[in-house]
Structure formats: C-alpha cells, structure tokens
C-alpha cells in the first residue's frame, strides 16, 4: 500500500509550515468541510489569483518556494503548481509534483523568440490524491490569458484530471505533451536547472531580467 507521508509534509520548496502558505489556504477554504471542495476552491484561487508570467522565473531556491508566490500576483507554472501542492498539504490532501516538456502550438511570439522553440521545458503541474486516486491538475493559465489565447480555461471538479487543452476553441492544436519527467514530493531544482541550461542555454546568458539566478 502506498505511503502517503511524504506528499503530506512540508520540504523545501514546497514549505506547506509557513505561516504565509497556512494562513491562505485556510482562508480559501474556511466554511468548507469537504476535502474535494476545499481542493476545487485553492486551485480556482491559484489559477485566477496569480496571472501567469513566464517572463520573470525566479529560479534562485528562495524564489522557488510556495511562500515566495505569496509575495505577489504572478507566477509560472512551476510556481503556482508548488503553492497548490503546499496549500493542499495544509489541508491534509497528499501532494506532489509533475513536470513534462510540452509544445506550444500557438504561444506568444515574444515567448518563442526568448526561448528560440516553441517547446516548453519542464511544465509544472500539480498531483493531488483525492478519492483513492492521484489527479493531475493544472492551475498556470489564469482565465484573462485564456480569453486573451482563445482557449477555454481549465476547469476542475475534483474528480478528474485537469491538464493542458489539446485544442484552441477553434478546433487547432493548442498543447502537446512531449516528454514526462515523472512526479516528485518537491521541486527537483538540480534536474530543474540542468534540463533548462540543457534546453535554453542562451537564456542564462542574454536574458537576465527574465530568468533570475545566483
């Protein structure tokens, strides 16, 4: 029988004992008593409030915790995905995190020349065990930049998974997932690192204000 301890205690990143990180998800979810519901409701939270930014990846280990997020408006994938994982914790539902490399069909064309692809390296997105399975969910696109892409937001109801769309509300090819790095209790910040210098080398040396490091 699996072990559900490791995805129900606070680590490094994903610092579910900060008071910051206790005090939001209790906020979120006060008045609810259903487990399902309190998960619902923090990734609505997470996906509305905090727009996604791809531009500004914090990639320092302070920046990458789930209490850093909470510090402003905006965030990417793996940001956001963290903090639902540790606000999850809070409430008692066992967490972890996956990451793929995804294509991006359409994307912003400012995105593709910085990253010169349209290959998304090391997409975050969170795994929560509810109802005796493990559900992918996906909170990085806030509703605005959804409407902005044309793309119906993801929705999520507890029981399914919630991943990127494959398709645009036009019927073309909005997302697709290209290789799975497998799921972690944490961030994996070392293989995090050496996959985006692998994939993006030219970033950490020409773009400095949109990846931040030591």
């Not at 402003?72 to 972890?96: F, M, T």
């Amino acid at each position: 029988m699996e072990s559900f301890e490791k995805y129900l205690k606070p680590t490094k990143f994903m610092d579910s004992d900060h008071p910051a990180v206790i005090a939001f998800a209790r906020k979120v979810t006060a008045n609810i008593d259903n487990k399902t519901e309190m998960a619902v409701a923090l990734y609505y939270a997470i996906r509305d409030g905090f727009k996604y930014n791809p531009y500004r990846m914090d990639l320092r280990p302070e920046g990458l915790k789930a209490s850093n997020l909470l510090s402003r408006d905006y965030g990417y994938c793996i940001e956001k995905a963290n903090l639902l994982g540790a606000c999850a914790r809070v409430i008692g539902i066992p967490s972890r995190l996956g990451f793929a490399n995804v294509k991006n069909h359409i994307g912003t064309a400012k995105l593709e020349k910085i990253l010169k692809t349209d290959i998304l390296v090391f997409h975050g997105y969170t795994e929560l065990y509810l109802n005796g399975k493990w559900l992918k969910v996906t909170p990085a696109f806030n509703k605005e930049l959804c409407e902005k892409l044309n793309v119906a937001p993801l929705e999520f109801n507890g029981n399914e998974d919630s991943i990127f769309q494959e398709y645009n509300q036009k019927g073309g090819k909005f997302m697709e997932y290209l290789y799975d790095y497998g799921n972690y209790p944490d961030v994996p910040y070392d293989l995090l690192i050496k996959e985006l210098k692998r994939h993006y080398p030219h970033i950490f040396k020409e773009h400095s204000e949109v990846i931040v490091i030591d």
